[in-house]
């Protein structure tokens, strides 16, 4: 597995949000240029939700074993394998370097070390030697200084270096880490056939770095924010800051910022479920993605991105129905197949929710089906009732997706392909099942994999069951109830206050349109109204 260097924006972070015990502290704005500003930043209390009161600040030993034992209390010097200390004789002053191995860049610290065995004892006289070292003698790009404890710790773990000069009550933090990584691969998920193939990975820096490729605005802002008081996982607002709703960043952040939880290992989809009351709502309210094109074309659009540390995939705010059913490979596209291949994709996800509940209806009660529908219909039922056929056939789709992923890549194909042809045909051929069941559940299994969201294909498949059952209690009446409850509560569902049926409710003709037919780049003029952006135009009129 291949490196890539953690970059300049670790040392930029906008704050923390609340850390346990000793590392409760504030540290907004870590580009301080002298120790007395430092020292006001880190006085301040953290943003966290709950405003508890913080431990009172710990200061820097003075004393080399005196900082060895605090080091022992805090990240297990000498107990924990990865917490390294390396001590040196640089110009008869007793120095130290605190450094987490795992995330060490050997080569960047092995030059500093080189560079600094060059120094003569008369070359360190001065009266403040750890600005001397910041300011002429060690070589880093970046690189600042801290006189807090906690701010110390925080650093290292975050996987920075801490130089440390006895005698001193403070500290310089050295940006010399790299972090495991892959190299961008095509997103397995939005796939497409012309285009780029590259997709975010499980690194930031990285996937922000995609994304800087494809926009170099120079108003483009990504603001770095922690999350956790345990994981302190780094999550990213993107956004452009002249033409985004500056109250829809506000309120991002905000909410960013009022998270007061240990930590969120499980990266974006825990960050959402503590940003969005999802309660238990089967749509998703956010759009996730794993392409940097379509991040830097939703952020032109006056979109804003969340990014989260250690997860390969963007989150897009707000998002609507009708966002979630778009597909990169349309706009890959002349806009007469970009159309055509949209509205074969809006039929699939048609097909998915109604064809089902739709056939068994007419099944049910034959003086609904009208005469062009002959075909519709079956004879035999089989031995098990349809509706219990429908719901087995449900899961046994759902079994063999999870068996998909659990399966060695090699074998997937082979695996869900007999599966699915021997399980059906021999279903059949016993009579438990009917042909009917099988062709139209897989027609619906293959309208549910055309859905371009992951997530809403899952809640699609949900309320295609629903219906189902309600067609099997109550027949039309269930039908038409249960088909209605679904449109008003997509009606007065919201996302970051936009309503998730929009532009067809509240109805937005030329926004509708734009839904039903690929525009070309030059018509497409205008962005989407419902981000109530600074500049409402992409071209000139």
């Known amino acids: 597995m291949e490196t890539t260097e953690h970059g300049s924006m670790d040392l930029e972070h906008a704050g923390h949000l609340g850390t346990p015990g000793h590392r409760g502290i504030h540290r907004g704005g870590l580009e301080e240029k002298n120790e007395h500003k430092d020292k006001r930043e880190e006085s301040k209390s953290s943003g966290s939700g709950s405003q508890q009161a913080r431990e009172p600040e710990i200061p820097i030993p003075d004393n080399m074993e005196q900082l060895k034992k605090a080091l022992e209390d805090t990240i297990g010097l000498g107990k924990s394998f990865e917490v390294q200390i390396r001590e040196m004789i640089i110009g008869k002053k ?174 974006d989809k825990q960050l959402e479920e503590m940003m969005i ?74 097909a998915s929710l109604f064809l089902m509940p739709l056939w068994f209806l007419f099944n049910e009660r034959q003086a609904l089906k009208p005469d062009w529908l002959w075909f519709v219909g079956a004879d035999n039922v089989g031995q098990i009732p349809l509706i219990l056929q429908f719901i087995i056939a449900e899961i046994g789709v759902d079994l063999l997706r999870l068996a998909a992923v659990h399966t060695p890549a090699p074998l997937v194909t082979a695996m869900t392909l007999l599966s699915a042809i021997l399980i059906g045909d021999i279903a059949v051929k016993t009579g438990l099942f009917i042909n009917e069941v099988i062709l139209y559940m897989a027609v619906s299994a293959i309208g549910m994999f055309a859905t371009p969201s992951y997530e809403l294909g899952l809640a699609n498949r949900i309320i295609r069951l629903g219906l189902l059952i309600s067609v099997f209690f109550f027949h039309e009446i269930g039908f038409v109830i249960g088909t209605t409850f679904v449109f008003l509560y997509l009606a007065f569902e919201r996302s970051f206050n936009a309503p998730y049926l929009w532009p067809f409710l509240p109805f937005n003709g030329k926004a509708f349109l734009a839904i039903l037919v690929r525009q070309s780049m030059p018509e497409n003029k205008e962005r989407t109204s419902i981000f109530k952006t600074k500049k409402s135009r992409k071209q000139p009129a």
């Open 277 to 350: 009351d999802v309660s238990w709502s089967p749509f998703p309210l956010v759009r996730y993605t794993e392409r940097p094109d379509v991040v830097a074309s939703q952020l032109l659009d006056g979109s804003v991105t969340v990014i989260v540390d250690t997860s390969p995939s963007a989150i897009l705010l707000p998002t609507t129905y009708f966002d979630l059913v778009q597909h990169a490979e349309e706009n890959r596209q002349n806009p007469f197949m970009g159309t055509y291949m949209r509205w074969v994709r809006f039929i699939g996800i048609i």
């Open 94 to 267: 007793h120095v130290a370097l605190l450094f987490l191995s795992v995330f060490a860049k050997d080569a960047s610290l092995t030059e500093i070390l080189k560079r600094l065995t060059y120094l003569e004892p008369d070359c360190l006289v001065d009266h403040d030697t750890l600005q001397m070292f910041l300011e002429s003698y060690v070589p880093a790009v970046q690189i600042k200084k801290t006189s807090s404890f906690a701010g110390m710790i925080d650093e290292v773990l975050v996987g920075n270096t801490a130089f440390y000069l006895e005698g001193e009550s403070a500290v310089l933090i050295i940006d010399a880490k790299q972090y495991p990584s892959r190299n961008p691969e095509q997103p397995s998920l939005e796939k497409v056939v012309r285009g780029s193939q590259d997709g975010f990975t499980e690194t930031l820096i990285a996937n922000v770095a995609l994304i800087r490729r494809r926009l170099r605005d120079p108003k483009l802002r990504f603001e770095m924010l922690k999350v956790g008081r345990r994981t302190q996982t780094d999550v990213c607002i993107g956004y452009i800051d002249d033409i985004a709703n500056t109250k829809l960043v506000e309120s991002i952040r905000d909410k960013i910022k009022a998270i007061d939880i240990d930590g969120i290992p499980l990266a």
